[in-house]
């Protein structure tokens, strides 16, 4: 069975850090490409950022690029998304998701996901 479960998110005050984490199991990381994404309060979800362990590729959207990092242990089987410099903007429902034989590109995040793990809000105050 595959899952993917989310989790370090909280509540951090504007300018803080935060490591999310997601635990996958039930499949190989080299079969997937793994993404980061997260909905806000009214909003529709958004893509934050992918990585493919096969190719080493990772991919940032533009509010991320330079205040997140995307990292993967395989041992651990575990996705990190290392955010810091948060800002209220940032608060949302974080997920993360798998797509087989996905690359990590920009049009990674139109892809219609294979499999979602269950969300973890981050809060950020001004």
């Known amino acids: 069975e595959v899952q993917l479960q989310a989790s370090g998110g909280g509540l951090v005050q504007a300018g803080g850090s935060l490591r999310l984490s997601c635990v996958v199991s039930?499949?190989?990381?080299?079969?997937?490409?793994i993404g980061w994404f997260h909905q806000a309060p009214g909003k529709e979800r958004e893509g934050v950022s992918c990585i493919s362990s096969s190719e080493g590729m990772t991919d940032y959207v533009d509010s991320a690029r330079g205040r997140f990092t995307i990292t993967l242990d395989k041992a651990k089987r575990t996705v990190y998304l290392q955010m810091k410099s948060l800002e209220p903007e940032d608060t949302a429902v974080y997920y993360c998701?798998?797509?087989?034989?996905?690359?990590?590109?920009?049009?990674?995040?139109?892809?219609?996901?294979?499999?979602w793990g269950k969300g973890t809000l981050v809060t950020v105050s001004s």
């Open positions: 998701a798998a797509l087989f034989i996905g690359q990590c590109h920009p049009d990674f995040y139109s892809y219609d996901m294979h499999y």
């Open positions: 039930g499949f190989s990381f080299d079969d997937y490409a």
